[in-house]
């Protein structure tokens, strides 16, 4: 009799530990079919385009998140997030297995450390401030928070203390001899009052050090919101940015403002229009810099809810003065590149989102 009272005894509290972890997983599908005019081809003149795309208002994505209860208010916590691509099943950011996010840390109170590849600072801070929510279509989001919007090597403090929301992170560079060379760092904050909130975030990725030297890539943003009517939003928001990269297309200044409305036309029905504009203060070229003519973006957005998990979409853009999300000054990664002849680029989809 004792040893069953023993032994149920500790099934108990075998359930209760197990209790006291959770693993979750989750992610997003998103796929659209698209048509853009003016894509650079075998000529200087535009070509139009019809595309199967993954990834539309939200990139495609699985992820695990997860947490232990060590007592005393103390959680053990990590996050592992794979981007892929839906329209060829293959892993996004350039074939990673964990390549959107890989960490682990502590978590107490309104404190959290993490240790692996993360977001930036000014990426999360500023994730309140984009109107359309980081969307694969159509946001100049590699231009607004750079190439390295995720490093490796980071480790970050996040704190929450109210209505008070702080970043700041510190990437090694790992490269023998310098502690500088290939190192990133940033923070930011984020305020919100009543019907509204602002914020401010800095990040700085450096590049490896030859001879006690390395380049600098700097960015700082401000970004405001306030709720004009329950179903009424406005965010605005600045972005400073310089490069010292000696790198031919590179952008060397510029600074970016964006301008959105988003609008609950009904429970099912959300409505979403933005204006970015960039002022190219010197881009760089083989034998020097220019500036070039700025440009600018107009994105419409019309998203309809079928359920709490899946919504169908409808997303336009107008590009001047560059392609679509201003991605030929960002050459590297560039999912558009207009033609020579062209000044001005126009993108339509139709797709789908399915959250789990």
């Known amino acids: 009799m004792k040893k069953c009272i023993v032994g149920v005894g500790c099934a108990i509290a075998s359930i209760a530990a197990f209790a006291q972890s959770s693993v979750t997983l989750y992610g997003v599908v998103d796929a659209n079919i698209e048509y853009s005019n003016h894509n650079l081809g075998s000529g200087p003149n535009g070509q139009s385009k019809v595309a199967l795309n993954s990834g539309g208002l939200s990139p495609s994505r699985w992820g695990m998140r997860g947490t232990e209860d060590l007592g005393g208010g103390n959680k053990a916590i990590f996050a592992l997030e794979s981007g892929f691509n839906i329209d060829t099943g293959t892993s996004g950011q350039g074939g990673l297995l964990f390549g959107r996010q890989a960490w682990v840390g502590l978590a107490s109170g309104n404190h959290q450390l993490t240790l692996g590849r993360q977001y930036t600072s000014l990426f999360l801070i500023m994730a309140n401030y984009s109107p359309t929510a980081y969307a694969t279509l159509y946001e100049p989001v590699t231009q607004i928070a750079g190439a390295s919007l995720r490093e490796n090597n980071m480790v970050k403090y996040h704190g929450s203390f109210g209505p008070l929301t702080t970043e700041a992170h510190w990437s090694f560079g790992e490269q023998p001899g310098s502690t500088q060379g290939s190192a990133g760092y940033g923070a930011g904050v984020d305020y919100s009052f009543g019907s509204g909130g602002i914020a401010i975030a800095y990040d700085n990725v450096n590049g490896p050090a030859t001879g006690g030297n390395y380049t600098r890539a700097q960015k700082a943003a401000l970004g405001v919101r306030y709720q004009i009517t329950p179903s009424l939003l406005a965010q605005a928001a600045y972005r400073y940015g310089k490069n010292d990269a000696p790198a031919a297309g590179t952008v060397a200044r510029d600074d970016i403002f964006w301008l959105g409305l988003n609008y609950q036309a009904t429970q099912a029905l959300a409505l979403t229009g933005v204006v970015y504009y960039d ?75 399915h959250k789990f």
């Open 279 to 353: 002022n190219l203060r010197a881009l760089r070229t083989a034998t020097g810099s220019t500036n070039p003519s700025n440009p600018w973006q107009l994105t419409l957005v019309a998203d309809y809810s079928l359920s709490k998990r899946t919504d169908v979409y409808l997303s336009t853009a107008y590009t001047k003065n560059a392609a679509l999300n201003f991605e030929n000054l960002n050459g590297a990664i560039a999912a558009y590149q207009i033609a020579a002849n062209e000044h001005n680029q126009i993108g339509v989809a139709v797709g789908m989102r």
